[in-house]
């Protein structure tokens, strides 16, 4: 056979490769109208404020939708040495625990506050999976601002999921584990009998969105993987997705697939509420940080919490009830009416949807099955199912909904979106992802009221989507057009980190309320310089502590004698700027921590131990105007002991530092 004729056969087999391997029903490439339904005009803004999560980065990002512009990253777990977080002196106890200092964490989820079951747009709560915490995230000035710490806990991955008006926002534990402390010290071949899940029900005041610990309630010992709080008729109860029903400890894969179901387990939280007020829950001392950022100092805290109340639901079987479902389950979604609940088996090629009415008759019915699991009643599969949605895709992970009776679940495994009609269970429409999709997001599709315009499927792996940058390939989000009957792929673009769960708001709920003006007069942190002729350094033995302003486009003072080796250096920069556009940075040359980024009107203070005698330049990391490059100083470094006088100046004026002590 002749190159030509060989190379026209290929191509055939491959263009038939192709087409067989299409998922039925699905259009074909992006059409000619999608860049014009995703141009955001230069000086216009996007229509929403996309929160997605970062995965291992540990950070929480912000896009636009529909350009799918990456606006800002915003740090929370994990250190970051373009904004300073975790290095300033002001940030770093947002970043301890009970463990000490953790400059890292894994952000699976995000969820939005709410208010009567919409997104009010006060505050972003996410999850930190591996060391366990949770964060608030103040959308005022897109600033985390509170960290929480999950005791009882391994592995906060089932949350963080909210009440219908953020009265709690709960966090399930991934790995059931024994309780903290000295319990905890058992063969992990003891797993049935010691470890145990603990889900928290953190409280956040309606007003400064203050979280707290209200209390956890110990369940058997299965894994969590997400949840959903009932919302209108179901407000009051909430329904997680349980795996390893087998309480296996090793090789899950094999292990925990055992049974043909797992379960779906329904709380009724209200109930569990009842309790812990009535005092039946029981104290537990145990030691966890919560670390808070104030907005007038400028300067985080961390205060170790020693209790918490556990409410063992063992002794109270009116507050859990396991509803079978397709094992593995990962999603677990309620409809905006509250009424329907979807299961989502991983390993399963069928959608189970749940009747919340059935199962409240179930319940008072007692239509339970013969066996209890862990003596806790299991309610019968079919007294609570509303029905199947057969055939959708494989390996179903989650749900969401467009308002007009319509749900959309991701397929990992046949690489799909799939949407269909909550009351008859029809699959409407089918579109490829590209490659294996795990969450999607619409809108407000938790809520119960979902906005209904845009989809947008987190891709696992997307090799081939964009140009290749090495061996850790971009993940990928794609943003589907819903407002017709067919779903419309109109853009991709990656993400940083890996990608799980997003939630995306109207930008008019958000933009107009952000803080514009830093009042310079509203500084309170003890090293603020509120002005020029404040500027000094101070010695306090083997401290020297520079208080030092900046502002377009100097730093007052700009030369710094008199520093010694063995001195510990804290500069305490105040940016005088107050319009909330000008911010500054501050570096030292060989800073082993990081720079400073200080926004308008703040203190923030960078610790800088000298390794060596000499000149050290400092500058402004942050470019500010015209003069940027202008804006620079010397800071001298002498040996110890040295008779070099401490001495600071701006321009021709040098001074003594007068108030130095020894």
Not at 536 to 546: D, F, L
Request: proline share 6%; aromatic share 10%.
């Amino acid at each position: 056979m002749s190159t030509r004729n060989l190379s026209i056969c290929m191509l055939a087999a491959a263009a038939l490769y192709i087409t067989s391997c299409k998922p039925k029903g699905t259009s074909n490439s992006v059409s000619g109208d999608a860049a014009s339904k995703t141009y955001v005009a230069p000086g216009k803004y996007d229509e929403f404020y996309n929160f997605v999560s970062g995965g291992f980065s540990g950070q929480l990002a912000v896009y636009g939708l529909p350009s799918g512009r990456l606006l800002r990253v915003i740090p929370v777990f994990s250190v970051d040495p373009e904004k300073g977080w975790g290095y300033s002196e002001e940030t770093k106890p947002m970043l301890n625990t009970s463990h000490g200092f953790v400059p890292w964490d894994d952000l699976h989820h995000v969820e939005m506050s709410m208010t009567d079951g919409v997104a009010d747009g006060k505050w972003v709560f996410v999850n930190g999976n591996n060391t366990p915490r949770l964060a608030r995230i103040d959308l005022k000035t897109f600033r985390t601002t509170e960290i929480i710490e999950l005791p009882n806990s391994a592995g906060n991955h089932s949350s963080p999921f909210g009440t219908e008006n953020s009265e709690y926002i709960v966090a399930g534990t991934r790995f059931s584990v024994p309780e903290d402390g000295e319990a905890g010290d058992v063969p992990i071949s003891s797993y049935k009998e010691n470890f145990k899940g603990h889900i928290s029900f953190v409280s956040v005041d309606k007003n400064t969105g203050n979280m707290a610990i209200a209390f956890q309630l110990k369940t058997p010992g299965v894994d969590f993987d997400l949840a959903r709080a009932g919302k209108g008729k179901s407000n009051g109860w909430f329904f997680f997705s349980c795996y390893n029903s087998e309480q296996a400890n090793t090789l899950l894969e094999v292990n925990a697939s055992q049974r043909d179901k797992d379960f779906i387990m329904a709380v009724n939280w209200k109930k569990a509420e009842e309790y812990v007020k009535a005092g039946k829950g029981k104290k537990q001392s145990i030691k966890y940080a919560h670390n808070k950022y104030n907005e007038e100092t400028h300067t985080a805290t961390s205060e170790m919490e020693n209790e918490v109340t556990v409410l063992d639901v063992s002794e109270f079987p009116d507050i859990v009830y396991f509803i079978p479902c397709p094992k593995s389950p990962h999603g677990c979604d309620v409809d905006p009416t509250g009424e329907y609940i979807v299961g989502s088996g991983k390993l399963a090629a069928l959608l189970p949807v749940f009747s919340y009415d059935k199962i409240q008759k179930a319940i008072a019915d007692k239509a339970f099955e013969p066996e209890k699991y862990a003596g806790l009643p299991v309610i019968k599969y079919e007294a609570a199912l509303y029905g199947e949605v057969k055939k959708p895709g494989l390996g179903p992970l989650h749900t969401e909904f467009d308002g007009n009776g319509n749900a959309y679940t991701s397929f990992f495994v046949s690489s799909e979106v799939v949407k269909w009609n909550i009351k008859d269970l029809k699959v409407l429409d089918r579109q490829p992802t590209y490659y294996s999709v795990g969450h999607l997001m619409i809108p407000g599709g938790n809520t119960k009221k979902p906005f209904g315009k845009y989809l947008v499927a987190y891709n696992k792996i997307t090799k081939d989507r964009y140009l290749p940058t090495g061996p850790e390939l971009s993940q990928s989000a794609q943003l589907f057009d819903i407002s017709g009957d067919k779903m419309q792929l109109i853009l991709d673009f990656p993400t940083i980190g890996e990608p799980h769960y997003a939630q995306a708001v109207p930008a008019s709920l958000i933009k107009d309320k952000q803080l514009k003006i830093f009042d310079i007069n509203s500084n309170k942190h003890p090293y603020a310089t509120k002005g020029e002729g404040e500027a000094k350094v101070v010695r306090q033995g083997n401290q020297v502590h520079v208080y030092i302003t900046a502002i377009r486009s100097h730093f007052a003072p700009d030369n710094i004698e008199g520093i010694q080796m063995g001195d510990e250096v804290y500069f305490h920069v105040t940016n005088l700027e107050q319009d909330w556009d000008v911010p500054h940075g501050f570096g030292v040359k060989g800073a082993a921590n990081g720079e400073l980024l200080v926004m308008p009107g703040e203190t923030t203070t960078l610790k800088w131990t000298p390794d060596r005698t000499g000149i050290f330049p400092i500058y402004c990391t942050d470019f500010c105007s015209a003069l940027h490059q202008e804006m620079q100083g010397y800071v001298r470094v002498s040996p110890k002991g040295s008779s070099v006088p401490l001495t600071y100046s701006l321009g021709d004026k040098l001074k003594n530092n007068l108030t130095a002590t020894k």
